[in-house]
């Protein structure tokens, strides 16, 4: 793998710590965009604009809890590792 990165960093005349640092940011930018993504299809799909207001329209009876209760639950899974993304490129920063 070393030596990948390196043959790459030399062909594009950039240090091979920098190559790793900005492949690593675009990839976090890219598995966040994806995430995104996702969390779109989930509002759109309930007509929602926050996980909140999903949860509340669940509760209410307005939408019908299966299921959307999974569907909840992976909304929050997303919206953790969305988090976890940011944390990890913040790091990088």
């Known amino acids: ?3 990948a990165i390196e043959r790459v960093a030399q062909k594009l005349n950039l240090p091979p ?9 675009a990839y976090l930018a890219q598995q966040e965009r994806l995430t995104e993504l996702d969390i779109a299809d989930l509002r759109d799909r309930y007509n929602v604009s926050s996980l909140e207001e999903l949860s509340a329209r669940i509760q209410a009876g307005q939408i019908y809890s299966h299921p959307a209760w999974e569907d909840l639950i992976e909304w929050e899974q997303l919206q953790a590792y969305l988090q976890q993304l940011a944390e990890l ?4 920063n």
Do not use: F, G, N
């Open 89 to 92: 490129r913040a790091s990088l």
């Open 17 to 25: 710590d920098k190559l790793l640092r900005d492949s690593l940011l």
């Open 1 to 3: 793998m070393t030596l």
